[in-house]
T-cell receptor, first 113, second 111 residues
Framework: NAGVTQTPKFQVLKTGQSMTLQCAQDMNHNSMYWYRQDPGMGLRLIYYSASEGTTDKGEVPNGYNVSRLNKREFSLRLESAAPSQTSVYFC????????????FGSGTQLSVL | RKEVEQDPGPFNVPEGATVAFNCTYSNSASQSFFWYRQDCRKEPKLLMSVYSSGNEDGRFTAQLNRASQYISLLIRDSKLSDSATYLCVVRQPGGYNKLIFGAGTRLAVHP
């Protein structure tokens, strides 16, 4: 009963390094999302994928790219990490009629030095 | 002005107390409303949806006031396990599932 699996849980990068956050869901959901959460702010949507084969920008897409590899997997890539990208990242999915019910992964704590 | 605003707290209450949180939203066209719960360093989880007529789930009651653009969450008979951050979430019109999260209200229930 895995739900949404997100890796890694922690990561430290140097400025300019690249990395990919992985996300997979086993609930057969059509929609998947990437959010970031910063202190004192609500979760902000980076990118989303309404269905397999489509991706769109959210509120804060600059500096990120995404890939919806298949229905299960949605990855987030930082091509050249910056200190401003230090944050907690959450992947989420939703599906069916209750699409506002998001199921979140356990999060990735990313620090960019 | 933030699209969804919450008092960050913390609200420190003893076990058994009743506590209420409010949340205001700026977009009058907002369509749906929710409360999510987030435990420390964990992922958010849906607590309950908020309906126009108000709704109750055990010790939790949610209310919506569209005229004043706020929603509320009332917790009765607080338990230690209720200690968490409560996120107000508003769905806005748009081509996708556009959910706007408040920054959260922290609740600490003590013995």
């Amino acid at each position: 009963n895995a739900g949404v699996t997100q890796t890694p849980k922690f990561q430290v990068l140097k400025t300019g390094q690249s990395m990919t956050l992985q996300c997979a869901q086993d609930m057969n959901h059509n929609s998947m999302y990437w959010y970031r959460q910063d202190p004192g702010m609500g979760l902000r949507l980076i990118y989303y994928s309404a269905s397999e084969g489509t991706t769109d920008k959210g509120e804060v897409p600059n500096g990120y790219n995404v890939s919806r590899l298949n229905k299960r997997e949605f990855s987030l890539r930082l091509e050249s990490a910056a200190p401003s990208q230090t944050s907690v990242y959450f992947c989420a999915s939703s599906g069916g009629t209750a699409r506002e019910k998001l199921f979140f992964g356990s999060g990735t704590q990313l620090s960019v030095l | 002005r933030k699209e969804v605003e919450q008092d960050p707290g913390p609200f420190n209450v003893p076990e058994g107390a009743t506590v209420a949180f409010n949340c205001t939203y700026s977009n009058s066209a907002s369509q749906s409303f929710f409360w999510y719960r987030q435990d420390c360093r964990k992922e958010p989880k849906l607590l309950m949806s908020v309906y126009s007529s108000g709704n109750e789930d055990g010790r939790f009651t949610a209310q919506l006031n569209r005229a004043s653009q706020y929603i509320s969450l009332l917790i009765r008979d607080s338990k230690l396990s209720d200690s968490a951050t409560y996120l107000c979430v508003v769905r806005q019109p748009g081509g996708y599932n556009k959910l706007i999260f408040g920054a959260g209200t922290r609740l600490a229930v003590h013995p």
